[in-house]
């Protein structure tokens, strides 16, 4: 409420508050509020008021709501910086706001981040909002990722946001993709997305998860959720299946 009437009197009564969970929420407060009103300050005080991930996590946050009411202004304040972890926590909150009206340009912007976290997390973000709106052309963007973090974490969401509302369209895009770990997980993802309204759907993928781990952790999962719905089509699936067959035997139980 401070804030809202002098921001200047209450960041300096913040900043003569002893160290610790209360001095961290007030200042909290205040960034929260100069977000909507002035996020040029909410930065700079972010900037002078904390440290390491805190820091970073308030500044995108401070990003996705400034590039919300002023994309180009927030742009603007990218430019003028240098490189380094605040730089690109700002422009993964951006991304982050861009993804739903302009994927095209959020994936731009994410693709020029140094890699490491902030890039990671920026892409993560865009990647699930855009195959929220337009899946095809976002699995289509991740498939062009090296193997790697980026991969592994893009291809799954994809896979589940996009096996909700066309598991036919998402199925034909995983089995053009070339088998690797981003791929099982995609895979194991469309499975557990597929399972509790569409088993025999998800059925076949199962096999073509290649590693075993994954692999009998999606059997074991498919076969219990659909034993509940067709005994007797589950336990024929479930007995041509690579599980082992003590776990098939604890999974059928007694009838």
């Given at each position: 409420?401070?804030?809202?009437?002098?921001?200047?009197?209450?960041?300096?009564?913040?900043?003569?508050?002893?160290?610790?969970?209360?001095?961290?929420?007030?200042?909290?407060?205040?960034?929260?509020?100069?977000?909507?009103?002035?996020?040029?300050?909410?930065?700079?005080?972010?900037?002078?008021?904390?440290?390491?991930?805190?820091?970073?996590?308030?500044?995108?946050?401070?990003?996705?709501?400034?590039?919300?009411?002023?994309?180009?202004?927030?742009?603007?304040?990218?430019?003028?910086?240098?490189?380094?972890?605040?730089?690109?926590?700002?422009?993964?909150?951006?991304?982050?706001?861009?993804?739903?009206?302009?994927?095209?340009?959020?994936?731009?912007?994410?693709?020029?981040?140094?890699?490491?976290?902030?890039?990671?997390?920026?892409?993560?973000?865009?990647?699930?909002?855009?195959?929220?709106?337009?899946?095809?052309?976002?699995?289509?963007?991740?498939?062009?990722?090296?193997?790697?973090?980026?991969?592994?974490?893009?291809?799954?969401?994809?896979?589940?946001?996009?096996?909700?509302?066309?598991?036919?369209?998402?199925?034909?895009?995983?089995?053009?993709?070339?088998?690797?770990?981003?791929?099982?997980?995609?895979?194991?993802?469309?499975?557990?997305?597929?399972?509790?309204?569409?088993?025999?759907?998800?059925?076949?993928?199962?096999?073509?998860?290649?590693?075993?781990?994954?692999?009998?952790?999606?059997?074991?999962?498919?076969?219990?959720?659909?034993?509940?719905?067709?005994?007797?089509?589950?336990?024929?699936?479930?007995?041509?299946?690579t599980l082992p067959d003590e776990r098939k035997r604890q999974i059928l139980g007694p009838r």
């Amino acid at each position: 409420a401070w804030t809202r009437t002098d921001s200047a009197a209450a960041l300096s009564w913040i900043r003569q508050l002893p160290e610790g969970n209360a001095r961290v929420g007030a200042a909290r407060a205040i960034v929260v509020q100069l977000g909507q009103t002035n996020p040029a300050e909410a930065v700079g005080v972010i900037q002078s008021t904390f440290t390491g991930r805190d820091q970073t996590a308030m500044i995108n946050q401070v990003a996705q709501t400034w590039a919300g009411s002023d994309v180009s202004a927030a742009l603007a304040w990218v430019n003028r910086q240098h490189e380094g972890d605040l730089r690109a926590a700002f422009i993964g909150g951006v991304a982050t706001t861009l993804a739903t009206a302009s994927p095209v340009e959020a994936a731009r912007l994410v693709a020029a981040l140094p890699p490491g976290e902030a890039q990671n997390s920026a892409t993560q973000n865009v990647v699930t909002r855009w195959a929220g709106n337009e899946p095809a052309a976002a699995a289509a963007w991740a498939a062009t990722f090296a193997p790697g973090p980026l991969r592994d974490n893009a291809l799954p969401s994809v896979a589940a946001t996009w096996a909700q509302s066309d598991p036919v369209a998402t199925g034909r895009w995983l089995a053009a993709l070339p088998s690797d770990s981003a791929r099982d997980r995609a895979v194991q993802n469309y499975v557990n997305q597929l399972t509790h309204q569409n088993p025999q759907l998800a059925a076949p993928w199962v096999a073509s998860i290649t590693d075993s781990a994954q692999r009998n952790a999606a059997t074991e999962n498919l076969a219990r959720q659909w034993l509940q719905l067709d005994r007797d089509a589950a336990s024929v699936w479930l007995a041509q299946t690579t599980l082992p067959d003590e776990r098939k035997r604890q999974i059928l139980g007694p009838r």
